[in-house]
């Protein structure tokens, strides 16, 4: 029984490169949450999203940042041309949504590097 | 705008010693969770406390929740050097999807 996988699990990335984060739920989860982690800090809400919807994006950058979760296949962040400031640990997250209950099961994270 | 504060955000101990972490948060909600981190590694569920007087435990922690009060607490009993980690507490706002964190509290415990 798999858990929430997140690949690659480091990413190194010079300015204005593009970076992808692939995050695939546990089997019978339907909820993706994006996090980001800042060093020495806790966790930031990115993004909700179920199957092919977006349902919370309040917590992401209006530029360059951009969620998917598509029909088949891995939910996506893609971050358009890195910049220093978006090096951290981003952890995927997936919920089964049982009767409103929202326990979220975490991934081991990708952590970005932007030289 | 629900803000979660802990403390203390750094907290070094002796093993066999007690102590408590605090988590406070500003709106109302039915829904706490307590994780654990390890460095460079992800979180761990820990509890999930889902009503007021909620108690859980688990080992030599122990999580409890005050709704009215808007304060958990994670408490170590005799603790040991595995415990040593950074832990989180997050909150699930009312008909919110997200959980929104807690800084963190570094534990170290010292033989």
């Known amino acids: 029984n798999a858990g929430v996988m997140q690949n690659p699990r480091h990413l190194v990335r010079r300015r204005g490169q593009e970076a992808r984060l692939r995050c695939s739920p546990m089997?019978?989860?339907?909820?993706v949450y994006w996090y980001r982690q800042l060093p020495e800090e806790g966790l930031k809400f990115m993004v909700y999203?179920?199957?092919?919807?977006?349902?919370?994006e309040s917590g992401m950058p209006k530029e360059r940042f951009s969620a998917e979760f598509p029909k088949e296949g891995p939910s996506i962040l893609r971050i358009q041309q890195v910049v220093r400031g978006d090096s951290a640990a981003y952890f995927c997250?997936?919920?089964?949504?049982?009767?409103?209950?929202?326990?979220?099961?975490f991934g081991p994270g990708t952590r970005l590097t932007v030289l | 705008e629900l803000k979660v504060e802990q403390n203390p955000l750094f907290l070094s101990m002796q093993e066999g010693k007690n102590y408590t972490i605090y988590c406070n948060y500003s709106?109302?909600?039915?829904?706490l969770y307590w994780y654990r981190q390890d460095p460079g590694k992800s979180l761990e569920s820990l509890f999930v406390?889902?009503?007021?007087?909620a108690v859980k435990q688990e080992g030599r922690l122990m999580a409890s929740l005050d709704t009215k009060a808007r304060l958990s607490t994670l408490h170590i009993t005799a603790a040991v050097h595995d415990l040593s980690a950074t832990y989180f507490c997050?909150?699930?706002?009312?008909?919110?999807?997200?959980?929104?964190f807690g800084q963190g509290t570094r534990l170290t415990i010292n033989p």
């Open positions: 406390l889902l009503s007021n007087g």
């Open positions: 709106t109302t909600s039915d829904r």
């Open positions: 089997k019978g989860h339907s909820h």
């Open positions: 997050a909150v699930e706002g009312q008909g919110a999807q997200k959980l929104v």
């Open positions: 997250a997936s919920s089964p949504r049982i009767g409103g209950y929202n326990e979220q099961f």
């Open positions: 999203l179920q199957k092919e919807n977006i349902i919370d």
